[in-house]
């Protein structure tokens, strides 16, 4: 059984300031989406990463994932209000013949505060 | 494109009934997964349908079950529901083929009440 841990569960932190949230695995993932949710509404994916190493830069948001392609982490530069949510990260492991259903995080609950 | 539509929104249930959860991926995405989410498990994995077939599978039991149709979309049923089946119940189509295709898009979510 492949599981995702999120830390931290919950952060809140003053608006400006910078934060990171990482995503640790003992499994190897062939890719690894984040996701943002709100209350109320489904995910919406942010990126998708699949290279081991990769960064991918996405405005004030940057998703890493791990050189063994067992791990991420998502920093946000100069956090603002809009920000709040819950950040969840999920892996797929894709055999083929086709991916297996995304393992998905607890999630990280993010306050920005104004 | 329209987005992932999931009905209903809301829906409060007695105990030991059954429920129809319905859920329309988005045009040409031929996979759809269902998701259970609360706040103490998180999101987890039910199902996956790809063209009218089970793919993959969670560890649920039995009571819960899906379907998808020749238009891809997809209802799960859950019967001789329990307290503990409350839960926001989350659909997501993706085009299902190829590493990349995992990308998952959501819909609302069907907010199930088990009283």
Same mark, same amino acid.
Request: charged residues 15%.
């Given at each position: ?114 | ?36 989410? !609360?706040?103490?498990? *998180?999101?987890?994995? $039910?199902?996956?349908?790809? =063209? ?6 969670? #560890? ?19 019967? !001789?529901?329990?307290? *503990?089946?409350?839960? $926001?119940?989350?659909?997501? =189509? ?6 990349? #295709? ?14």
């Amino acid at each position: 059984t492949q599981l995702l841990e999120q830390s931290p569960q919950f952060l809140s932190i003053q608006e400006g300031e910078n934060l990171t949230v990482y995503c640790n695995s003992s499994s190897v993932f062939s890719s690894l989406q984040w996701y943002r949710q709100e209350p109320g509404e489904g995910p919406v994916l942010l990126v998708t990463v699949v290279t081991g190493g990769e960064v991918k830069k996405l405005k004030r948001l940057t998703f890493q994932f791990g050189d063994a392609r067992k791990d991420s982490s998502l920093h946000i530069t100069a956090a603002q209000p809009g920000d709040t949510g819950l950040y969840l990260c999920a892996g797929a492991v894709y055999s083929g013949g086709g991916a297996d259903g995304l393992t998905f995080g607890k999630g990280t609950h993010l306050i920005i505060q104004p | 494109k329209a987005g992932v539509t999931q009905t209903p929104r809301y829906l409060i249930k007695t105990r030991g009934q059954q429920v129809t959860l319905s859920c329309s991926p988005i045009s040409g995405h031929r996979s759809v997964s269902w998701y259970q989410q !609360t706040p103490g498990q *998180g999101l987890q994995f $039910l199902f996956e349908y790809f =063209s009218e077939t089970q793919r993959n599978k969670g #560890n649920f039991p039995g009571r819960f079950s899906g379907r998808q149709f020749s238009n891809s979309r997809s209802e799960m049923n859950v019967s !001789t529901l329990e307290l *503990g089946d409350s839960a $926001l119940y989350l659909c997501a =189509s993706s085009l299902g083929t190829g590493l990349l #295709n995992t990308e998952a898009f959501f819909g609302q979510g069907t907010r199930l009440t088990v009283v």
